[in-house]
Structures are given as structure tokens and as C-alpha cells.
């Protein structure tokens, strides 16, 4: 048993790398419209396994507590998943089981991993052989990503990101929203990787894999991806700066990272206009608002949507890309729910006649309450809450030790994960996206145990030459 925890731990790291893989398969499987995909497959058998070495490992290290919180939490969501599905199958006007089922599961696959990440990386630190692959296997995963991007796009073989406008790109992945989302929340793991081994200057090559991923993002297009790239390079220069100022480390590394990291901002402002689908997404939104005023004159007018789409302010609209036109129709579903529907949540897009009408909001806190309810939405993000809550005290506890690289760029990465899951959507209950989000979750929260238990910042897990 002891062995089979060990080597699923070490298994746990390598599936990180293989995420890019099982998305461009997927995404070719999606565009010759074959249902059920590779990817999908392949993740929900390794939930499967990981809720196995999930049981196998509290048992086997007899914490009683801990294994009676973690069981009990999961009987609990069990619980209420099985009552919103029987509430719906009653009570929503369209109950399609095949649909219901696959958003649950994949609904599910975050509290599954972000729990196995966390006893894995308990274990191979155990072992002394975690901070040999964490942030490695994310570092080589971005690299895949940059890769795939970068030949789609000089082959011209590259979907598009906006298909209907044909800007941006999305290499061999399907959805840029996800792609956007896992290179949001991976890229500061990236930086954080390169920055520590450029503490030797025979290593400026590592800084290419950081260069290739911010001219990825910008070819993604999408606001997500160019917020974190931005957001993280900021990050990483007042990390710099905050370590250059308390004279900890090397001041020749340091000087030399405020110098890259300032030379990689203005790099980014150059090729944002020329190359960027973000630039162009803001003036086709103008147009577009403009073009919905003048057909409002006409005869034919705007139907519901599109007239609510022109009275949204349109800071707002472009920011969230309509998706507060998909939150009000959405929201005055569940208005119209039962009680046990408020409680438990309606299910999949709330209520619809047609699957083809069925819509998600795509910003996920507000899609989970409506999926699970008041009740069941608050025990579904209650691992969030918890782990938001804890590395937030943690953070402002130990301030002045919250700057080195490793600590700026987890948090930056799980800042991101959260903030990403409200503006795009598709992070929380996408198991190609957070995948990224609970592994950089869960590598901040086992480095804050420590922290706590020790009473200082185990540096043992910090990036290894």
C-alpha cells in the first residue's frame, strides 16, 4: 500500500505534464466532432484512482481527525449532489441525465485533486524529492503549451480564438477560454522557475521559455491571458525590488532581474498593439455596440439579449464579454425556482427548454450557486474558503517574507486562479484548467503548513539547481 502512495505521489507530477498533451488531442477530437474525448476519458479514470489513494493514504497514516474531516466532507458533497440531482430530476422543466451527470462529474474532479495534491506533495516531501518536480513539471507543461502554439501557428493548422471575427489563436487546443485560464494560471509558476535558475547568468536561455509563453498569451488573444501576463511580470519586478531593498540574496541576480523583468514589460507593451487579438476585440466591441444602436432604428430592432447587451455599460460588457446578459437571464431562472431548487441548485445552465438553448453564465462562483444551490454552493467551494482564508492570514502574518520568487509567484498564480474564475470562467469545474489552479493551491498550502508549523519558510522547496 505504502508503495502503490508513493509512486501514484510521483504519478500525480507527471500527469501535470502531460495536461497539454490530452488537451490537444482533445481539442482535435472536439473539432471532428467526436462526443466523447480522449482527454475526458483519462481524467475521469485518474479521479477515480486518486479518490482510491486518497482513502489508502489516511488509512494508512491513521489521522484520525484528519481522515473524519475529509471523509465526512466528501459524504457531505456526495450528499447534497445527490439530492440536487434528485430535486431536478422532479422539479426542472428539462432533466437530460447524460448532461446532469457529466458537469457532477467534472463539477467534481477539483475537490478530488486539490486533496491529492496536497498528501502527494506531503509524501514526496516526506521522501525529499518534491522540489524535484514541483515547479519543474508545470515549467515543461508551459513549454508544451508554447510549443503547440507556436507550430500551429507558423503552419497556419492553429484554430481560432474569436472564430467569428477569426482573431486570436488557439494553437491545437479547442476552447481559448481554457487555454486562456491554464496559461493565466501557470505562467507566474513559469517565471518563478526561470527567475531562480537565472541566479547563474550561463543560464539566460532558461528566460526564452518565459518569452515564448508571453508571445503565446498574446496570440491566445483574450483579456485573461493578457491581464496574467502583465500581472505577473509586475509581481516578479516588485519581488525584485522588495528583496534588492532588504539585501536578501545575490544584489548582481537581483539587479539583473529588475533589468530583465522591466525589459520583458516593455516588450509586452510593444507587441500588444501590433499582434494582439485584445487590442482588436476592444474596437470591434465599439463597432459592434454602435451597429446594435442603428439597427435599433430599423424595423426589425434588437430582440431581448441584444437590447439588454447596448444598455450594459460597455466597460462592463467588454470586460466580462456579455456574460452579464447570460447572469440576468440566468438569474431570473432561479428566481423562479423552487425552495429545494434555491437550496440544492437547478442543475446544469439552470433551466431551458432545448439543450441548444441551455447557457452557462461562464463565470464560475455565480455558476456553481446556481448549479448547487445556496446550501450545496457553499459546501461545493468550502475547500476555496478554507484555503483562500488560511493563505491569506498566512500572507499578511509573514509579510516581509512573502517576496522571495517562490512566494510572489504562488501567490500571484493562485490569485490569478481565483480572479480568472470570475472573469472567464471555466477554471473551477473545468478539469483541464484546474488541474493548474489546485496544484499551484495545493503547493502554496503545504508550503504555508509548514511555514506555520516551523515558524519559518521551508526553503527546502524552493527551486532546485
Known sequence: MQSFIRRYS?????????????????????????DVTFGVLVRMLVMVVTVAFLLMYLLLNRNNKKGFIVIGYFVLLALMAVISLFVNYKQKELFVPSLELTTLAKSLYYPIMLLGYIYAFEELHHDGILNKYFPRVVFYAVNIISLVMIIAHFTGTGFSSYSYYNLGESGWFYAANELSAIVSISFPILVWYATDLLSKATRWYYWISVVLA???????????????????????LLAALVQRIQRKGSIAHLNGMIVVMILTLVGIGVGYPTMSAVSKTNDLHEEMIQDKKQRAKTKKGLNKDQKAYVKTNKYVSYIFSGRTIYFENAAQNFSKATPAQKVFGMGYATSFKKVKQAKLVEMDYIDIIFQFGFLGGIVYLLPLIF?????????????????????????????????????????I?????????VTSLAFALYNAKLFNKNKKDPVELDVIE
Open 214 to 236: 508571453i508571445y503565446s498569451a498574446l496570440l491566445i488573444g483574450t483579456k485573461g491571458s493578457f491581464i496574467a501576463i502583465i500581472f505577473g511580470s509586475i509581481m516578479a
Open 429 to 437: 469545474e473545468a478539469p483541464s484548467v484546474s488541474i493548474y489552479f
Open 387 to 427: 484555503s483562500f482564508i488560511y493563505l491569506l492570514i498566512l500572507f499578511f502574518r509573514h509579510f516581509k517574507d512573502m517576496w522571495s520568487f517562490k512566494w510572489a509567484m504562488l501567490v500571484s498564480s493562485v490569485l490569478l486562479g481565483f480572479g480568472m474564475a470570475l472573469l472567464t470562467g471555466h477554471v
Open 10 to 34: 510521483i504519478f500525480l507530477m507527471l500527469y501535470i505534464v502531460f495536461q497539454p498533451v490530452l488537451d490537444a488531442i482533445t481539442g482535435v477530437m472536439t473539432k471532428a466532432n467526436i
